[in-house]
């Protein structure tokens, strides 16, 4: 494949995931309104799990710097090759520039090549078993799917060797994934549960407890689900004051969620598109 048609097909996907995040940021302003709501109180998390690392670099280059994962292999890949792609990115700009075809101050970011981007922030949104804690506790700034004691144990182990090993400056942030519908398969804390999980949390040296996440049960109505896990959220708030993250909300229910107190809306599908065939 040419040099000509990769860079075309890269200027596509830019055009199109910048289209998509523009009307998606305009929803999102919407809804803050619509609830009377600050703009800025609530978080637009990408999701960008199935897709490749070269989407993530480019949604790097449109200002975006919080990335949600959920798988850990295919999180620890994109971690490891976001800085080149970065580089290489800015690398080009500075060549078109030369060219004088674009302006590097247009692009709105700085590459941090082989060193890191240590303004980014990957959060790991899936399901995630206690043998895998260890390497996300290594990349992750936030975990949004912690629901028993054995997995916040594992995830404060790797923390805290990963503090321990300068591969990281601060605790593991930690978000509690309450069942709004007790169904052991989808994963969650159980509401009668919630408090002891949030007490040893925030017991936990190598963790910091931000708050909670949920997803609405399969079949539910949104408004309900998202009033249920208000409450819950008040209830640990009572107790732990510094848990004020709520995670809640995806592409078709977004305006709900920030409704029903939503800190960040964790968006996929109308950021990035249909599911790649490949990943399927």
């Not at 055009?15 to 609530?42: F, I, K, P």
């Not at 800015?90 to 941090?112: K, L, M």
């Not at 799917?145 to 942030?173: F, H, I, K, N």
């Amino acid at each position: 494949m040419s040099s000509e048609t990769v860079a075309a097909r890269v200027d596509a996907r830019t055009a199109e995931l910048a289209t998509n995040l523009a009307a998606l940021l305009q929803r999102v302003d919407a809804a803050c309104l619509a609830a009377g709501r600050a703009a800025d109180s609530v978080r637009l998390l990408p999701v960008t799990k199935f897709f490749p690392a070269e989407d993530v670099a480019i949604l790097y280059r449109l200002g975006r710097r919080e990335f949600g994962e959920s798988r850990e292999q295919e999180a620890t890949a994109k971690v490891a090759a976001l800085p080149n792609l970065v580089r290489q990115s800015a690398e080009g700009v500075r060549q078109s520039t030369e060219d004088g075809r674009h302006s590097a101050g247009d692009d709105g970011y700085s590459a941090q090549g082989d060193e890191g981007l240590p303004d980014v922030q990957w959060h790991m949104i899936g399901r995630l078993q206690r043998n895998k804690a260890k390497v996300v506790a290594r990349w992750a700034h936030t975990v949004h799917s912690v629901d028993s004691e054995r997995l916040a144990t594992a995830l404060d182990a790797g923390a805290r060797a990963a503090l321990d090993a300068g591969e990281r400056t601060a605790p593991v942030r930690v978000l509690l994934q309450v069942s709004l519908d007790e169904d052991p398969s989808r994963g969650g804390v159980a509401p009668a549960e919630l408090l002891a999980l949030a007490a040893h949390v925030a017991a936990s040296e190598g963790l910091r407890l931000s708050g909670l996440m949920a997803i609405p049960p399969l079949g539910a109505e949104s408004d309900a689900a998202f009033a249920r896990l208000a409450t819950l959220h008040t209830m640990v708030l009572a107790e732990h004051p510094g848990a004020t993250e709520l995670s809640a909300g995806m592409s078709g229910d977004l305006e709900s969620a920030i409704e029903h107190g939503s800190t960040c809306v964790r968006v996929g599908t109308a950021l990035m598109g249909a599911r790649p065939i490949t990943s399927a």
